[in-house]
T-cell receptor, first 113, second 113 residues
Framework: DQQVKQNSPSLSVQEGRISILNCDYT??????FLWYKKYPAEGPTFLIS?????DKNEDGRFTVFLNKSAKHLSLHIVPSQPGDSAVYFC????????????FGKGTKLSVKP | KAGVTQTPRYLIKTRGQQVTLSCSPI?????VSWYQQTPGQGLQFLFE???????NKGNFPGRFSGRQFSNSRSEMNVSTLELGDSALYLC????????????FGQGTRLTVV
């Protein structure tokens, strides 16, 4: 049973527009969430995180929103750039199980010039 | 500073053999976690080591084991290899236990034939 779900396997966006990547989770014990970006033949690169005590965290072009009641988080990239094209993974963890990151299966983002 | 280094990058083994993968974390990082990535299951947590002790373990059989040395370098061992063990094995390091903002290596691509 998948505890972290990324229901869109792929997303295509025009350069300069907003990319919105979504992630749903089922475990209410999760209290820390992370987004990673992965290029082919490379390991995932940490992008941004959010603690469950917040509902928004912003870092440059990247903003993560957390809706605890809906068990939903999203990553917004504004403006999208061709270099953002990669697979994006959502991950979650609970303080009681530190070290155990549960990953979604990823969303492949393509930003077209 | 140097990133997470995993060796070897690629490995081909035969069913029934065993394999050892190595991970050198970022200097100063004391936590090392291992993940298996397959197309069907995505990224799955194997175990985390901190201060030479296994702190957390995922749902993998006992054929998967690991250890961490006093310099924080970690090794992962898989015995009696099965075809289904073919995967990308990723190591992540973080400064403290808990994997928040973990930094990943490029991975070791293991193929079992």
């Amino acid at each position: 049973d998948q505890q972290v779900k990324q229901n869109s396997p792929s997303l295509s966006v025009q350069e300069g527009r907003i990319s919105i990547l979504n992630c749903d989770y089922t475990n209410s014990m999760f209290d820390y969430f992370l987004w990673y970006k992965k290029y082919p033949a490379e390991g995932p690169t940490f992008l941004i995180s959010i603690s469950s005590i917040k509902d928004k965290n912003e870092d440059g072009r990247f903003t993560v929103f957390l809706n605890k009641s809906a068990k939903h988080l999203s990553l917004h990239i504004v403006p999208s750039q061709p270099g953002d094209s990669a697979v994006y993974f959502c991950a979650a963890m609970s303080s009681g199980s530190q070290g155990n990151l549960i990953f979604g299966k990823g969303t492949k983002l393509s930003v077209k010039p | 500073k140097a990133g997470v280094t995993q060796t070897p990058r690629y490995l081909i083994k035969t069913r029934g053999q065993q394999v050892t993968l190595s991970c050198s974390p970022i200097s100063g990082h004391r936590s090392v976690s291992w993940y298996q990535q397959t197309p069907g299951q995505g990224l799955q947590f194997l175990f985390e080591y901190f201060s030479e002790t296994q702190r957390n373990k995922g749902n993998f059989p006992g054929r998967f084991s690991g250890r961490q040395f006093s310099n924080s370098r970690s090794e992962m061992n898989v015995s009696t290899l099965e075809l289904g063990d073919s995967a990308l094995y990723l190591c992540a390091s973080s400064r403290i236990q808990g994997n928040t903002e973990a930094f990943f290596g490029q991975g070791t691509r293991l193929t079992v034939v």
